[in-house]
């Protein structure tokens, strides 16, 4: 892959990962007229956290025909919530439709990525072999390596062990008792599809969630053949459900007491099936709904209610042999634990590989907690860029929505390096991270994350919410629609050219005759200027603030 006649393979653009970000990203590449690009995916398939995660029930806790590119939608979605395997299909789908074969390199693990800061470009050593690319997007995602618990004992566990987002097909549950560890978003997931199968089934509960129906159906065919012939009609499907998710929004970020009648509802689903007050209790939450991410499911409290599981209401403290001891005393033999413990989310191992222009690791400069400008850059690592970045994600909505928000911003970063022209970066600048991520932590201290009364995956270890937006996707749309080029520093190659590749193009560019640049773009079609010419490190004109309708 990367040594041609003893030289490095150069391309424009990097793309780490292949779920829906590095899809995505791949796909506005190919609109913009970008060709010069690879997509490294460690793994033998595309897909994303919706080829890692097999387990037993897994499916979307948001409608399909939101759970969707908007460029790319697909009328013939089976369920109102589709399941994994309807997913993972239509991300393999989206990556044949868009000739996105040829640019990805499956089996590539990216080991670590370096900035020089002399050539300006990323040195990239991968599994397969080394390459250099002018900009670099990471799409690896935040639920892509999971997190297992440093308990005392588990080396020594005779059975078997194994994180739900890797699932081990070839070991059979039946007639095993078997431990869940963990009452997250797969763990509710897993209960009802195995608690048939085994012969126990005990649930270990450190904090109950909240709950809410799974209103699932199949879609009907005359539906399907409907939005086919009839593209409105799906459209219109598409918006009603985003129009109902902003609404809500409010209550999240500004009004935390109205979320009470939420919690009445998910009361009564408990009712329905838990008819034991004592079990009721343990699965009653102490804190305000929305705090920890909503669940929803229709089976998991009748999988809870059947009399072959059990819930220890109590986090796992040690392993003694095949017996698994609680914080409380209680004491449960099993053959398998599984794990349902989440994610590195706030301290992703990618940042570990990610060597800065000050020789920092992104781990390291992110050591008090993420952030980025726009969710996007980080100060000291030009020209690199992350999709679903810090602050970026959502408590009641699509991620998608978000994704294609920051492809917006990745294509019109793009746009301005090739106005740039010969070798250049785009620097953030450490006042604009700040004053960007002060205004987001403003906001977080009204929303429902931070005052309902829990500790969640959305917080860091410092307490610090580095995980949500406060605020709508439309919102953040506007917000990062265009680069501000007041919050970079532009920085230029001395004296020499790139040695391969091309400028990107410049959509609807022109000269005006004094050097600069005039170009028009977004949807209001706004006019803005380029410089003419730059030092070797050049402030770009602008303030440090974020451009209105930000945080």
């Known amino acids: 892959m990367a040594e041609q ?88 789908q989206v990556a044949d439709t868009f000739g996105l074969r040829r640019h990805i390199r499956l089996d590539t693990e990216v080991r670590m990525m370096r900035w020089n800061a002399e050539e300006l470009y990323w040195e990239i050593e991968t599994s397969t072999g080394d390459l250099i690319a002018d900009v670099v997007v990471s799409a690896t995602g935040p639920l892509s390596d999971p997190k297992m618990p440093e308990i005392p004992g588990l080396a020594e566990f005779p059975g078997k062990v194994f994180h739900s987002a890797r699932w081990d097909h070839d070991y059979d549950l039946r007639g095993k008792r078997v431990a869940m560890v963990g009452t997250g978003a797969s763990a509710i997931q897993i ?23 799974r209103t699932d159906r199949a879609i009907s065919g005359a539906e399907r053949w409907l939005h086919r012939q009839l593209p409105f ?29 939420i919690e009445s509802l998910a009361k009564a689903n408990m009712a329905r099936s838990i008819k034991d007050p004592a079990l009721r209790a343990k699965l009653t939450p102490d804190y305000r709904i929305g705090c920890k991410r909503i669940l929803l499911s229709s089976e998991y409290y009748p999988a809870l209610a059947r009399p072959n599981v059990d819930l220890v209401a109590s986090g796992l403290k040690e392993i003694r042999g095949n017996t698994l001891v609680a914080a409380d005393g209680t004491e449960t033999e099993v053959d398998a634990i599984i794990f349902g413990t989440g994610f590195h989310v706030t301290d992703m191992p990618i940042a570990d590989r990610v060597v800065g222009a000050a020789g920092e690791t992104l781990a390291e400069t992110w050591k008090d907690g993420m952030q980025a400008l726009r969710g996007a850059t980080a100060a000291g690592f030009p020209n690199w860029m992350t999709i679903i970045g810090p602050n970026t994600g959502l408590g009641n909505s699509s991620m998608i929505l978000m994704i294609e928000s920051q492809l917006n911003y990745m294509a019109d970063y793009l746009r301005q390096l090739g106005l740039l022209g010969g070798r250049a970066a785009l620097a953030a600048r450490p006042s604009a991270v700040h004053t960007w991520n002060r205004r987001v932590q403003d906001r977080m201290t009204r929303t429902v994350w931070n005052t309902g009364g829990c500790t969640s995956w959305y917080l860091d270890s410092s307490g610090r919410n580095t995980t949500v937006w406060p605020g709508t996707t439309g919102e953040f749309r506007r917000a990062v629609r265009t680069v501000d080029l007041g919050e970079y520093e532009i920085v230029r190659h001395r004296d020499r050219e790139r040695p391969t590749g091309r400028a990107l193009p410049a959509q609807a560019a022109k000269t005006d005759g004094t050097g600069r640049t005039d170009r028009t773009d977004g949807p209001a079609g706004r006019t803005r200027k380029s410089p003419a010419t730059a030092r070797t490190t050049t402030p770009a004109a602008g303030t440090d603030a974020p451009a209105e309708g930000a945080a």
């Open 5 to 92: 006649g003893g030289r490095r393979e150069h391309v424009r653009v990097a793309v780490i990962g292949s779920g829906f970000g590095g899809l995505g990203a791949a796909v506005r590449l190919r609109r913009e007229g970008i060709t010069d690009f690879v997509v490294l995916e460690r793994a033998d398939s595309v897909g994303g956290t919706w080829r890692d995660n097999s387990y037993p029930g897994c499916a979307c806790d948001v409608p399909s025909h939101l759970y969707s590119f908007s460029f790319a939608p697909n009328p013939d979605w089976p369920r109102t919530f589709s399941g994994q395997r309807h997913i993972r299909a239509y991300l393999e």
């Open 233 to 261: 009609t799906r459209a219109a499907r598409r918006g009603l459900l985003w129009g109902i998710r902003e609404l809500q929004v409010g209550a999240f970020t500004k009004h935390p007491n109205q979320l009470g009648w």
């Open 191 to 213: 209960v009802p599809a195995i608690a048939g199968e085994t012969e126990r089934l005990t649930l270990f509960q450190r904090t109950p969630p909240w709950v809410l129906p």
